[in-house]
């Protein structure tokens, strides 16, 4: 009920006497019964309007303390809170400093250890044979295997042997307790398509795992698509996964280049980069990364990433293949698949490859299987019309169903009838 007259607030909080306050109920009442017969003054029109728990001046406000309490205590913060926050701090603190303490401990009991170890070897105790170490870790085979299976690539064979040479050095000194560091396995291959790049890192895959730096030795390929999402927070899950599938292995990305888009700022490819050299960094131990890709866009990419490049211990260029080799391939796909090239087929395959060098988009090896693939066809066609025409028996003997003849090679004067600027498989 409204009041004409105006009674100060402090008269009816800071009043202590029972009888005064029942006086002024009685008056308060009394004079909200005239109000009504004379109507609200100025005065109480303006109070009414205010609303319960708008501000009033000095910050305060008056607001309804039966429905939630007193409005000004939510913005101040409660002292158990800040005192039970920064007990966790202190906590995280000790805990940090002890962990610390114990690595340093752990540490130099493990140097102690060492140099006892060290005292009691005598001086003329032999580490072993290097060979022992090669052929009793398997090591040998696959190396023969690298050099019996694969045509050329005579620089990338022989890093791949001074890699081996140098973990089989590192075992023999850790024989004899002698500092030993795992040296940077992660790796880059340039090169040209179809120049093996992806054969090799399963070749050293397998290499590592015998040696005992790879727990499977498995090779897991990925790509730009495979490693990088579409929206916020979509890469790092997409980027992890992928190193857990490659975890104990090698993670061999392709085309690596394209994981950074220098043209636009907002690209989601760096934030999977940098999850990718924090692995490279803190779990080498655990996981091999492997680039690949054309040499002169990798090195386009490690001037934008430099903390990539330096993390990389084994930078391996392939090179193209001479169609000598390229021949040679040819010679192993057909005996893979059980066919045999006919001596007169071989020039013409020779020739046909020397023209292909020279036209856009060649593969090296993936061309060489592509020229093959075609020549299945064309013999399959070459015997299908001659074992179906009248004069025939029918007959398919099976030298004729493994021959590849010259007649199903394709030619270098279909690749000049197609012009310099036609599209080839």
């Known amino acids: 009920v409204a009041c004409s007259w105006a009674i100060p607030w402090t008269a009816l909080i800071t009043s202590r006497e029972p009888v005064m306050l029942k006086n002024l109920s009685l008056l308060t ?56 926050e920064a007990d966790a701090e202190r906590a995280k603190e000790a805990d940090a400093s002890n962990k610390a303490l114990r690595m340093e401990d752990e540490k130099r009991n493990r140097r102690s250890k060492k140099n006892e170890v060290m005292r009691a070897i005598p001086d003329d105790t032999p580490a072993g044979q290097v060979s022992d170490f090669m052929y009793r870790d398997g090591v040998t085979d696959e190396l023969d295997k690298l050099d019996n299976e694969m045509i050329g690539l005579k620089p990338v064979k022989q890093r791949v042997r001074d890699i081996a040479s140098l973990l089989v050095i590192d075992k023999m000194r850790r024989k004899l307790g002698l500092d030993t560091s795992i040296p940077s396995l992660h790796m880059c291959f340039t090169g040209a398509p179809g120049t093996g790049k992806t054969t090799v890192a399963m070749k050293m895959g397998t290499i590592l795992q015998r040696m ?8 897991v390929v990925a790509t730009r698509d495979d490693l990088v999402g579409q929206y916020v927070g ?28 220098a043209a636009n700022d907002k690209d989601y490819g760096q934030e999977s980069i940098e999850i990718l050299l924090n692995v490279m960094e803190n779990q080498r131990d655990d996981l091999i990364i492997t680039l690949a890709g054309y040499k002169d866009r990798m090195d386009k990419f ?58 856009p988009f060649f593969s090296n090896a993936r061309t060489v299987r592509n020229a093959i693939d075609r020549a299945r066809m064309r013999q399959a066609s070459r015997l299908f019309i001659e074992k179906m025409d009248p004069k025939s028996d029918g007959n398919v003997t099976p030298d004729e169903l493994k021959l590849l003849t010259a007649a199903d090679m394709p030619t270098a004067a279909e690749l000049a009838a197609r012009g310099d600027s036609a599209i080839v498989e």
């Open 29 to 84: 009442l009394l004079a909200g019964a005239d109000a009504m017969r004379m109507g609200p003054s100025p005065v109480a029109r303006s109070t009414v309007a205010r609303p319960s728990g708008v501000a009033m001046a000095g910050g305060l406000q008056l607001g309804d303390v039966g429905a939630g309490g007193d409005p000004n205590m939510k913005n101040y913060r409660k002292l158990g809170d800040a005192v039970r």
């Open 212 to 219: 005992g730096y790879c727990r499977h030795g498995g090779v």
């Open 302 to 359: 490690f001037s934008y990433i430099p903390g990539m490049s330096s993390r990389i211990g084994n930078h391996i260029d392939f090179p193209n293949y001479e169609p000598d080799e390229l021949v040679d391939i040819a010679k192993v796909m057909a005996l893979e698949l059980e066919y045999d090239l006919a001596p007169d087929a071989l020039p013409v395959l020779k020739e046909y490859i020397a023209k292909r060098m020279t036209l």
């Open 234 to 261: 979509h890469t790092a899950p997409k980027t992890k996964e992928m190193i857990k599938k490659a975890f104990g292995g090698i993670l061999l990305i392709d085309e690596a280049y394209y994981l950074y888009n």
